[in-house]
């Protein structure tokens, strides 16, 4: 399928795993330049790889969603690095740490 998207900044949050991995990898594969975003580095550079490895573009993010600061500096991060972002996937699940 072409989307006609191919070439554009995609940010999928919550991309090292599930859902978020599979539209990841799906984006990439329209040809998007993708920045995995996840709160864990090791899943994140996982399917960065995965990416990378298929020929496509990708970049991965490790920042927590639900830390506003961190979320402004990871956006900074990106545009800096991959330019301005067309396409934004919020596909993070919540966790309760406290458990």
């Not at 995609?10 to 330049?33: D, K, S, Y």
């Not at 506003?68 to 067309?86: F, K, L, N, P, Y």
Request: aromatic share 2%.
């Amino acid at each position: 399928m072409d989307l006609g998207i191919e070439g554009q900044v995609a940010v999928v949050t919550g991309a090292g795993r599930g859902i978020g991995r599979g539209i990841a990898l799906a984006l990439a594969a329209e040809g998007c330049r993708v920045a995995v975003w996840d709160r864990d580095a090791g899943p994140a550079q996982a399917v960065a790889n995965e990416i990378r490895a298929g020929g496509g573009d990708a970049a991965p993010v490790t920042a927590d969603v639900a830390v506003r600061s961190r979320v402004a500096r990871a956006v900074r991060e990106i545009a800096d690095a991959m330019g301005a972002i067309h396409i934004l996937v919020g596909c993070s699940a919540g966790r309760d740490d406290r458990r």
